[in-house]
């Protein structure tokens, strides 16, 4: 079969024929028809958290998918060969044509979205909902600040908690404003304009940080005794939190079928909507991460878009179509 590979920490992706993989007994194999493009990917294949999150060389890149099973293993119960399904991968990354993966990360496929749409959902849309609901605790008729509400994981964050009920509050970009309003923020801070903490005139339950450093240092600032502060991004102080008498955490996503699963529905009944930027073919992974590269300019080979280069659209995922 063929998958996209990076051979060395650093290096260019080359489109291979490699074999095809066999499955335990709690997976799925998954025929691939889209992955999606995560920053993660090129942190991982620059080499600059081997130490925290280490690669196998060489490296089959991808976190996310969407496909139809064609095979599953003696344990697994909820899936049959020939169901359309998405999902975050578990083991061997998903810039390919067959994909090993457990059957627990993986949810049905939401009948209303394309296959390209399913497979820029699994990662931002878990992100999000782990971040304000189960780090957060967001609850009905409380605020949130969210830190990049026009990003791929923010968008899911600002959509999820409109929905349950909470009020938002959402940085971006001055030409996103339109665009996160119409998703459900009550309120946009141009983070380019204004410091979000200067503006804002009541205190937040939760702030869900998708920047970190200077911008999550000043979030400390606008959030109630007793919030939380959750970062996907970077460690939280701990010193800093107790001293406001705020919980913070960074969180990790976990993946799980059974969240993906309730997020299928919202996007099933059109409650959430996902947003896919552009699609390339899979061969042209390389050029895909160099549309993002520009975003991330201290990874390791990787050039940043220079003076008067066009900016790419800053919301929407990246997608890959395999088949
Ligand atoms: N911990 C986890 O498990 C986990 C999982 C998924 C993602 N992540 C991380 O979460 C972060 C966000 O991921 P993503 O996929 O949503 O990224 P993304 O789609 O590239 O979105 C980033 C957004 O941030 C905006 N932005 C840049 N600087 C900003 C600032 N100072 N204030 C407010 N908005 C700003 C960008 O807009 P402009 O630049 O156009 O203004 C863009 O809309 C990444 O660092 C990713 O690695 C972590």
Redesign the pocket.
């Given at each position: 079969m063929k998958a996209v590979r990076l051979l060395e920490y650093g290096g260019q992706l080359v489109f291979d024929d490699v074999p095809t993989p066999t499955i335990a007994r709690d997976e799925i194999l998954v025929k691939i028809k889209s992955t999606a493009v995560?920053?993660?990917d090129l942190v991982e294949a620059s080499g600059t958290v081997r130490q925290i999150l280490p690669i196998d060389l060489p490296w089959i890149p991808g976190h996310e998918f969407s496909g139809v099973v064609e095979q599953i293993g003696s344990d697994v119960a909820a899936f049959a060969p020939g169901d359309a399904v998405f999902g975050t991968t578990t083991g061997m990354g998903a810039y390919t044509e067959y994909l090993p993966v457990k059957a627990a990360a993986v949810a049905k496929k939401p009948s209303n979205l394309s296959f390209e749409e399913a497979a820029s959902v699994p990662?931002?849309a878990q992100?999000a909902w782990e971040g304000i609901f189960t780090h957060g605790h967001l609850e009905k008729g409380q605020t949130i600040l969210i830190?990049?509400g026009?990003?791929?994981?923010?968008a899911y964050a600002v959509q999820l908690a409109s929905h349950a009920g909470a009020t938002v509050i959402a940085?971006?970009?001055g030409d996103?404003e339109a665009y996160v309003k119409s998703i459900g923020a009550s309120r946009v801070i141009d983070?380019r304009e204004a410091q979000f903490e200067k503006v804002l005139r009541e205190k937040v339950d939760v702030v869900f940080d998708?920047?970190g450093g200077d911008?999550q240092n000043r979030s400390f600032l606008v959030l109630k005794e007793g919030g939380y502060l959750v970062s996907?991004?970077q460690p939280v102080s701990q010193e800093e939190s107790a001293r406001h008498r705020e919980t913070g955490a960074m969180?990790?996503?976990a993946p799980s079928g059974d969240v993906l699963g309730r997020i299928a529905r919202l996007l099933e009944e059109g409650t959430i909507r996902p947003d896919v930027a552009t699609v390339y073919p899979l061969r042209a992974a390389a050029q895909a991460w160099n549309d993002?590269a520009g975003?991330l300019p201290r990874v390791h080979g990787m050039s940043p878009s220079g003076p008067g280069a066009a900016r790419r659209r800053?919301?929407g995922k990246i997608v890959l179509r395999v088949a």
């Open positions: 995560n920053h993660l990662v931002a992100t830190h990049a026009a990003g791929a994981v923010g940085t971006a970009r996103d983070y998708l920047i911008t996907a991004v969180m990790r996503l993002i975003n800053s919301h």
